[in-house]
């Protein structure tokens, strides 16, 4: 039953959306006031004080008093999104933290993880770490949800807070390959976001010739492909460029600018310095040989990640102990627990994806998985406690 509610909660949640028959809530837009009412209660119903921070976070402490484990996850959403992304971890924090009722523990529920607003991900939790965003049109955002950024330095964890719990859908295949629930995460993939421009001549597309043309986004084109080649020669690294805006945006003139986004991954840091620093070289090379000019910028880097070895450790028993078969696994998709791993000992453990579909409204999960999730949770918050007690 559990298990059940948590799905339908993380259903009902995804009706507060900022487009009707999609789900797509970013971070402090107005759906989140909705979202922070129904899991206040929630909360509330499982025995936490509640408050929210200056970064939007939803904060949910128990009343025991002891070192604490905080348990995590987001409430954002990328566009069209799915309904479990994020959302199902706050749901199965609650959860525990309604089971383990004599166990110190703070929910977190993360008001921005995705990037999807303002292209800067982990808003929510680096706020958490003491590392809030400052950027202006970030600021801006959190007035106009009637918060204060000046109160933001109290949005970092004190130092009860011992350490990081995430429980997060997989968003990929290996676990359903495997034939496997569940998965305890022994590190997170390192992430490199970047914005490309490409700028030309606007003309018309009737009268230019196609040698005299400077054309931005036929330069972009070229370097899109180049993205996807150096990516396949690199093993395990992935690079997407995802957004691509164009202007004028005429039909009949030849586009002036394209601006392009890229998303750049791999457990290794040498190799996510070496493929930004060819498809950097390469953009500039295209551009030079179209007559064009180029603009790169990193917007973000997070480095790959190891969780805690004994947390590591730690959850596997508890895999075992509730009686589901043991696998370690790596992230490729970037998480708050890499962000909270800066100040404290931080694990995961990942839920079987069907269909590996994730960011996208076909985005599953199975009861039985969520019933396992909740299974080995509990153990996990028993065992950490004792260890705290």
């Known amino acids: 039953m559990e298990a059940r509610e948590a799905i339908r909660r993380c259903l009902e949640l995804a009706e507060y ?11 402090l837009t107005p759906p989140m006031r909705g979202v922070h009412d129904r899991v206040r209660a929630w909360m509330e119903e499982a025995g936490l004080e509640t408050r929210v921070d200056a970064a939007g976070n939803l904060r949910g402490v128990s009343r025991v008093a002891a070192p604490r484990l905080m348990i995590g996850s987001h409430l954002d959403t990328v566009p069209h999104a799915g309904a479990y992304d994020g959302i199902l971890g706050v749901m199965l924090g609650i959860a525990l933290a309604a089971r383990c009722r004599t166990c110190a523990l703070e929910i977190a529920a993360f008001s921005e993880e995705e990037g999807a ?3 800067v991900p982990f808003i929510g939790s680096r706020a958490v ?4 965003v400052m950027d202006p049109p970030v600021l801006a955002a959190i007035r106009d949800f009637a918060l ?8 970092e964890m004190d130092a009860a807070v011992r350490g990081y719990f995430e429980i997060h859908i997989e968003q990929g295949p290996v676990l359903e390959a495997l034939g496997v629930p569940l998965g305890a995460v022994e590190s997170i993939v390192g992430l490199r976001r970047l914005d490309v421009a490409f700028h030309g001549k606007a003309n018309h597309a009737g009268t230019t010739p196609m040698d005299l043309r400077r054309d931005a986004l036929a330069g972009a084109a070229e370097w899109i492909g180049a993205v996807e080649r150096e990516a396949r020669a690199v093993p395990g690294l992935v690079a997407t460029v995802g957004q691509l805006q164009v202007s004028p945006g005429a039909s009949n003139v030849i586009p002036e600018t394209a601006h392009a986004t890229l998303d750049i991954r791999h457990a290794r840091e040498h190799d ?50 509730a009686g589901y078969p043991v696998h370690r696994m790596s992230s490729g998709a970037g998480h708050d627990a890499m962000i909270l791993a ?23 999960v199975l009861e039985e998985d969520v019933t396992a999730a909740l299974d080995v949770g509990e153990c996990f918050v028993t065992e950490w406690g004792k260890r705290y007690a």
């Open 17 to 27: 959306t900022e487009e009707p028959g999609h789900i797509t809530r970013r971070f």
């Open 272 to 321: 996510l310095d070496a493929t930004q620093a060819a498809l950097v070289a390469a953009a500039e090379r295209i551009a030079a040989a179209r007559g064009l000019s180029v603009e790169a910028a990193l917007r973000s880097r997070h480095p790959a990640t190891a969780m805690d070895p004994d947390s590591v450790a730690a959850l596997e028993r508890a895999v075992a102990t």
């Open 129 to 132: 770490v003491g590392d809030p």
């Open 342 to 364: 800066r100040r404290v000992p931080a694990v995961m453990l990942f839920l079987r994806s069907p269909g590996g579909i994730s960011h996208h409204p076909d985005e599953a």
């Open 117 to 119: 607003r303002f292209g």
């Open 148 to 155: 204060d950024p000046a109160c933001l330095p109290a949005a």
